[in-house]
């Protein structure tokens, strides 16, 4: 499964991005997705995770209420939603996915196989 992480960008602190993340896999629908993150020098943390129908969405709490995770199955994509974003959010997000468990949802770096190439986000202050 190959993963393509677009939409970051730089942005002024309280302003919105939306990343996108399209698969390569025919059955994206059996998979899992989630969106990691990297801030500079730091590890790299969850973000948000969905179910394979999009019935389960889980957040960090740094992100609860600001960002949404969501999913288009006819379109082999994922989402992130981004909004209020703060200079913390600064980081290369990545794209995740698994198809173990697609009906779950799981916050876990270990949870997921395949991981997309990573997309650069900067909130200026």
């Known amino acids: 499964v190959q993963l393509q992480a677009s939409g970051g960008g730089l942005v002024q602190a309280g302003g919105s991005l939306r990343l996108s993340c399209t698969a390569s896999e025919r059955t994206f629908n059996s998979f899992r997705m989630a969106w990691f993150r990297q801030p500079p020098g730091k590890e790299r943390e969850f973000v948000s995770a969905?179910?394979?129908?999009?019935?389960?969405?889980f957040y960090d709490d740094s992100v609860k209420g600001r960002f949404t995770i969501s999913r288009d199955n006819a379109k082999n994509t994922v989402y992130l939603q981004m909004n209020s974003l703060k200079p913390e959010d600064t980081a290369v997000y990545y794209c995740?996915?698994?198809?173990?468990?697609?009906?779950?949802?799981?916050?876990?770096?270990?949870?997921?196989?395949?991981w997309g190439q990573g997309t650069q986000v900067t909130v200026s202050s």
């Open positions: 969905i179910s394979w129908n999009g019935g389960s969405t």
């Open positions: 995740a996915a698994n198809k173990g468990t697609p009906w779950s949802v799981s916050s876990s770096y270990s949870s997921y196989d395949y």
